[in-house]
Nanobody
Framework: QVQLVESGGGLVQAGGSLRLSCTAS????????MGWYRQAPGKEREFVAT????????DYADSVKGRFTISRDKSKNTVYLQMNSLKPENTAIYYC????????WGQGTQVTVSS
């Protein structure tokens, strides 16, 4: 089992920045690909970004490319999502995901971007 705890969400004005954190415990952090997903009200959960076990490979949804950056710190068992130039349509609950192997989810952190 992997336990994931997200933090860093909040209320920000359009154009602002936030950095989300997700700290993992329970298994070896470096064994897992890590990712961020989000779910806006009335919509399905969607992919935002992912980072490989080594941290050398990243991938982003087209809508966030150039504005969001995913990174990981093995010494802290933590993955980050730096979000810049935020837009109101980025308002959602942001979830951290570990895996494969297996799939594990955090409880989510709310991000609200006001216009």
């Amino acid at each position: 089992q992997v336990q994931l705890v997200e933090s860093g969400g909040g209320l920000v004005q359009a154009g602002g920045s936030l950095r989300l954190s997700c700290t993992a415990s329970g298994r070896t952090f470096s064994n897992y690909n890590m990712g961020w997903y989000r779910q806006a009200p009335g919509k399905e959960r969607e992919f935002v970004a992912t980072i490989s076990r080594s941290g050398l490979t990243t991938d982003y949804a087209d809508s966030v490319k150039g504005r969001f950056t995913i990174s990981r710190d093995k010494s802290k068992n933590t993955v980050y999502l730096q979000m810049n130039s935020l837009k109101p349509e980025n308002t959602a609950i942001y979830y951290c995901r570990a895996g494969p192997p297996g799939i594990y989810w955090g409880q989510g952190t709310q991000v609200t971007v006001s216009s």
